[in-house]
């Protein structure tokens, strides 16, 4: 399973990618394998602040759907528009081409509650 370490990570299987005051923000490798072929992904709070743990979006996978969590408060700047026509860019490079979001952080403190490569892989019992 690939869980690239200079990313971080949260608890709902987020990844998050920090540059500067952006952070680009996906599901993990092992989120989109449970999930299994991911059909649809929807993302509706473009320019829109969303804070911590509130949801700002859902993926579909053939069998279900499941809520997308903000890793940080923010405001939602870009969504990855290929995902509209591929969205099994997901499980086929979800750290990579398959990232969902941008965000501009407004709280950079909450970086500090990010699970790092270790505690992330510790939760999955990888």
Known sequence: ???PA??????DHEWVRVE???????????AQG??????YV???TIDETVDKDETFGSVE????????FMPLTGEVTEFNEALEDEP????????????MI?????????LEGLLSVDAYKEIIGG
């Open 1 to 3: 399973m690939n869980i």
């Open 6 to 11: 200079e990313l971080k990570y949260t608890k």
């Open 20 to 30: 500067g005051n952006v952070a680009t923000i996906g599901i993990t490798d092992h």
């Open 34 to 39: 449970e999930l299994g072929d991911i059909v």
């Open 42 to 44: 929807d993302v509706d």
């Open 61 to 68: 996978a053939v069998k279900t759907v499941s809520d997308l």
């Open 88 to 99: 099994e860019l997901v499980n086929k490079d979800p750290y990579g081409e398959g990232w």
């Open 102 to 110: 941008k965000i501009t952080i407004s709280d950079e403190s909450e």
